[in-house]
């Protein structure tokens, strides 16, 4: 593998990096605080090409590689996590299945759109008692003349409240030994169609997610995503890439946690010295140095293997895996380095650790990318 970024990678870093610190690292504890869905800076982001960046020009999007979404995913989320899961769902959960399984159709009328940032995307495959065991689902499609008629409901839905489509999973067939799921695109103000309010969280405030439900909501035939039947193959493939713009996402959080506790053990002093010679703070900042760069270098590599068209489950959960919990390793050792004020909403730390947590959870947690990764390790 190469470890240089190329030209056109660099620029794409260095842009989104200004931007984010100009456009959106002075807002991240305003929106945060107030729960404030972040409108302008989307905007910005889709000026900027962020909202469907791997996909081609032809269809809306900036026409660039996977380890440049990855590049700009960690910048973005480094100053605003909120912001990173926005794009991510776009980016990963919504335009990247609609242009590997829609029809022509889908992608001319749908994605460019999507792509272009003039309208956002969501992704539908949680449910209330449903998460990883795809196999409990409740929602359901029935077959009638002329399309399908929805029933059931999805929650935890980044994006849910303002996106305006949503790309649904449903049980189309129980007949056999295993469910069989297929994937809609439902847009939004299709009757049926319901969102209830916002979910309150533990961190990512500005990322707006709900429950959607489905209630006798009826779609045509041109509605499905792949085949009939095959659903459950078209997220699978979906959450694969998605993990590496939520482990990209788990970068910028630690980098951002990283970048503060360097700064502030400079300035704070005890015992007549800054901080930062004390060698217990020089562990600690060496420890998460080095995580940082070990789990980048697996989201570099999974990324990659994306751009190759090389399978890449495995490697793709190893980077979610390890990238996740080095970020809650990584801000909780940055409030201990900043003592009391990493406790208090006065320093950005203590978002970082909140923002943290969700993403061993999203996407698959932890214990699912164990199960993915042992699967691959003991296939051999």
Known sequence: MD????????????????????????????????????SEIIAKMAELGFLGMAIPQEYGGAGLDNLSYSLVMEEISAACASCGVIMSVNNSLFCDPVYKFGTDEQKKEVLTEVAQGKKLGCFGLTEPMSGSDAQTMATNAEKVPGGWVLNGAKNWITNGPHADYILVFAVT???????????????????????????????????????????NCKVPDSAVVGSVGEGFKVAMATLDGGRIGIASQALGIAKAALETSVGYSKERKSFGVPIAQHQAIQFMLSDMATELDAARLLTWRAAAMKDSGTRHSMQSAEAKLYASEMATRVAHRAIQIHGGYGYSTEFPVERNYRDARITEIYEGTSEIQRIVIAASVLKG
């Open 173 to 215: 067939d129980r007949s056999g030994p295993k469910i069989k799921h297929t994937a809609f695109l439902v847009p939004r103000g299709t009757p049926g169609y319901s969102q209830a309010s916002p979910d309150h969280k533990l961190g990512i405030h500005a990322a707006h997610s709900c429950t959607v439900f489905f209630e």
């Open 3 to 38: 470890f240089d970024l190329t030209e056109e990678q660099r620029l794409v870093r260095d842009t989104a990096r200004d931007f984010a610190a100009r456009e959106i690292a002075p807002k991240a504890a305003e929106i945060d605080k107030n729960a404030r869905w972040p």
